[in-house]
């Protein structure tokens, strides 16, 4: 299998956005959606226009969430890490199970709660309750992104190999 330098870019970019999950002053989903775009670009036969609307409106959703989330909540490290490793172990075992976009999809979005309640239950956690209202905003403000940006990179690099 040759590789392009569209493909390569692709895989760089993939990675780039993966590390960028744990650092959550960077976004993480516009690397993700330049290495799916550069997937389409180096002729992967799945990531057709439709795919790209599809992500693209993913994409705008987060980064507009993103602005409308209080800042402090936002650039908040604690807990990133336990949400971000979650969610990549989760992206790739719903690929392992079925190498299709819903199952890396859901993998991701069940391994990004889990990450979240883990840390919930640590001692340096806030320890909010999983129906609380805090939760689900420190959900939505972790795990959201880190669920499409994950799976976008492991949809790009997928869909090349």
């Known amino acids: ?3 392009t330098a569209l493909s390569i870019i692709t895989l760089i970019l ?3 956005a993966v590390v960028a999950t744990f650092v959550p002053r960077l976004p993480a989903v516009a690397a993700s959606y330049a290495a799916l775009v550069c997937a389409h670009l180096a002729g992967a036969v799945y990531v057709d226009t439709t795919v ?3 992500w693209g409106v993913a994409t705008a959703i987060v980064l507009g969430l993103r602005m409308l989330q209080p800042k402090a909540l936002v650039e908040a490290g604690h807990g990133q890490g336990y949400v971000a490793l979650a969610t990549i172990v989760g992206v790739v075992l719903g690929y392992l199970c079925s190498p299709t976009a ?3 999809i859901l ?3 069940i391994a990004a709660f889990l990450g979240a309640t883990a840390y919930m239950r640590t001692p340096a ?3 909010f309750g999983i129906s609380s209202r805090h939760f689900i905003e420190y959900l939505c403000a972790k795990g959201l ?4 940006a994950c799976s976008m990179s492991t949809i790009a690099v997928a869909s090349l190999l």
């Open 102 to 104: 819903a199952a890396v």
């Open 125 to 127: 956690g806030p320890g």
């Open 145 to 148: 992104p880190c669920v499409v």
């Open 107 to 109: 993998g991701g979005a």
């Open 1 to 3: 299998m040759t590789f």
């Open 14 to 16: 993939s990675l780039a």
């Open 52 to 54: 790209l609307v599809y």
